[in-house]
């Protein structure tokens, strides 16, 4: 059979060159519309973000002794994160979910988050909500479903005492190991209705012997070189006098 000569039409000279600046051009405006899409992604997500801030601020509003609890332990899961390697965008989610971990209390009512004394059995039932009902409040956000199981687990234990499943070991997801470590230094070191603020030293050993039992040790480990690598993971600790040493209910 005869082969068939197929003829390509090729641009000659100039008209070679006036295609490939057409291309070029329609590539780098693709690349600018790629760009405009980005910012605007960007945007929508920083808008998400700033009104779940704002329900985090209503919480502190509802809840006084929680007040900057929230944003130090944001800040130091972040810290914790970056320090153990995780990549950027996970050292984001981490902080932002330490910074959401509490917004289910929310839901909690007034009388209950703020009680001096020992929750009772009821009383604890419904604290035990927060972690499931904060996981739900930001569930409709696609973009942050590892900071959604963050908060879920932010109370679990590394021994599987925890709550809300009982998670153990690496089950639980390291995002909600950081923010344990933090959630539990900030609130040892800060006044509670049912307990005074522990000094900085007497918290941080706390921490330490609990590395490898219901903390992640590794974390602890990393926690404690950032803490006595900054003049106060908790300035307003340093500023009062040491409160007397309760044993310590850690947090709620
Ligand atoms: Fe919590």
Do not use: C
């Amino acid at each position: 059979m005869a082969a068939r000569l197929v003829s390509v039409a090729f641009p000659a000279g100039d008209d070679l060159t006036a295609a490939y600046r057409r291309l070029s051009a329609a590539y780098q405006q693709a690349l600018r519309y790629a760009e405009d899409v980005k910012r605007l992604y960007q945007q929508v997500q920083r808008a998400i973000y700033q009104s779940l801030l704002g329900l985090a601020n209503a919480l502190e509003a509802k809840d006084a002794y929680t007040r900057g609890h929230s944003e130090r332990v944001g800040a130091a899961s972040r810290s914790v994160a970056a320090a153990l390697g995780l990549p950027p965008h996970e050292v984001e989610i981490v902080g932002q979910a330490g910074l959401l971990h509490d917004i289910g209390k929310i839901g909690v009512p007034e009388a209950v988050l703020r009680k001096r004394g020992e929750l009772d059995d009821a009383e604890w039932a419904l604290m035990r909500k927060h972690p499931l009902t904060g996981a739900q409040i930001v569930s409709p956000f696609e973009f942050f479903a590892a900071g959604a199981l963050t908060i879920r687990h932010h109370h679990e234990r590394l021994d599987g005492s925890g709550y809300p499943d009982g998670l153990a070991g690496e089950a639980i997801p390291i995002g909600a190991r950081i923010v344990a470590v933090a959630d539990v230094y900030d609130a040892l070191t800060s006044d509670r209705p049912y307990r005074a603020a522990l000094p900085r030293d007497a918290a941080l050993e706390y921490v330490e012997r609990q590395a490898g039992r219901t903390l992640d040790g590794r974390v602890v480990a990393v926690f404690v070189k950032l803490a006595g690598a900054s003049p106060s993971a908790n300035p307003h600790v340093d500023a009062r006098p040491a409160l007397a040493a309760t044993p310590p209910a850690t947090s709620r």
